[in-house]
């Protein structure tokens, strides 16, 4: 069956990095795109980031500079590199996978993993 893990997440300085891992099993990894959604308390859940089949790239404009995608087919994973990190980036981070192309919406994703949480404080 279809399993997304993530993993990577904990408490961080303001200023300080984090790379989350999201780990693919039971589907043909490099023909899928995925992404990572993140919510904070109270708010809506929003995609950070997404990577197609094909490697094109995708960043919510409050993440351009300071987070980088990226796959390793050969792995079956996609990281999340997250630097100078801020208290608003607080959240449940999840990575979902759909066929082929990103998308904005998380409805258009078929599977998600079960959230790392990633806390920026000091």
């Known amino acids: 069956q279809v399993q997304l893990v993530e993993s990577g997440g904990g408490l961080v300085q303001p200023g300080g990095s984090l790379r989350l891992s999201c780990a693919a099993s039971?589907?043909?990894?490099?023909?899928?795109?995925i992404a990572w959604f993140r919510q904070a308390p109270g708010k809506e859940r929003e995609r950070v980031s997404c990577?197609?089949?094909?490697?094109?790239?995708y960043y919510a404009d409050s993440v351009k500079v300071r987070f980088t995608i990226s796959r390793d087919n050969a792995k079956n994973t996609v990281y999340l590199q997250m630097n100078t990190l801020k208290p608003e980036d607080t959240a449940i981070y999840y990575c979902?996978?759909?066929?082929?192309?990103?998308?904005?919406?998380?409805?258009?994703?078929?599977?998600w993993g079960q959230g790392t949480q990633v806390t920026v404080s000091s």
């Open positions: 039971g589907f043909t990894f490099s023909y899928y795109a």
């Open positions: 979902a996978t759909r066929p082929g192309v990103c998308n904005t919406v998380a409805t258009m994703f078929d599977y």
């Open positions: 990577i197609s089949n094909s490697g094109s790239t």
